[in-house]
């Protein structure tokens, strides 16, 4: 077998550092440390770089008792999801459109995946649900032609309500505009990710794929 085929027949391990999720109720991102044991929590103030986005499906199938994860698509509407419980196997697959109501009914939710690079240059990835991802969107679509040259700063939660359920969602600012070496980081970080994401989303098969995600935290829909 050639060293390029090989390459693709091996688990891939994602490069991110830490995997972070928007706890809603404590209005502040948490993610499982493997070096402690634990979960840890970023505190806010916070501030990060977009590197790249992706789509993807998680939560807590009660069922099986276990985590529900899927592989991460770039085009939602194109690429297959398969969407697994960790000890429940497959609960879904195929189009977002055609599943996301089997994924639901098992406890399963559309989440935005993001890359991003640290202060401390190493990468990172955060995920969004519910509000927050409409949040996201809303800031990403109207500072677009900033986003790749500038800090993203979450400064606050903005809290908020409906019906009877109180929910936040992180409020994201602009920040400084990057130095000539945090472009060159920056870039450096960029293409680690991008050799990674180019193999994954060619394979795209959890089975074949490690996927390295947070501990269940909150899971409001909200």
């Known amino acids: 077998m050639s060293n390029r085929k090989q390459a693709f027949a091996q688990p891939m391990t994602n490069p991110s550092t830490r995997f972070m999720e928007w706890k809603s109720n404590d209005k502040l991102f948490s993610f499982w440390s493997k070096a402690d044991e634990k979960e840890l929590q970023q505190k806010l103030p916070f501030k990060f770089l977009l590197l790249d986005e992706l789509l993807t499906i998680g939560g807590w199938n009660d069922s099986s008792e276990s985590r529900i994860f899927a592989n991460e698509v770039k085009f939602i509407g194109k690429q297959e999801i ?5 000890k429940g196997g497959v609960l ?51 500072n677009r032609a900033a986003l790749s040259g500038q800090w993203i700063e979450i400064n606050k939660a903005v809290e908020a309500k409906k019906g009877s359920i109180k929910y936040s969602t992180p409020e994201f600012t602009l920040g400084k505009i990057l130095t000539p070496n945090e472009e060159s980081d920056a870039d450096a970080c960029f293409d680690t990710l991008e050799s990674y994401l180019k193999a994954y ?9 490690e996927v390295v995600a947070a501990e269940p935290v909150d899971d409001l829909d909200f």
């Open 201 to 209: 989303l060619v394979q795209q098969d959890t089975e074949e794929i």
């Open 92 to 142: 879904a697959k195929g189009i977002y459109s055609a599943i996301k109501d089997q994924a639901k009914n098992a406890g399963g939710h559309y989440l935005k995946s993001i890359y991003i690079m640290l202060e401390d240059n190493s990468l990172a990835n955060i995920k969004l649900k519910g509000s927050a991802v409409k949040e996201w969107g809303d800031f990403t679509q109207a």
């Open 82 to 86: 398969t969407v697994k419980a960790s």
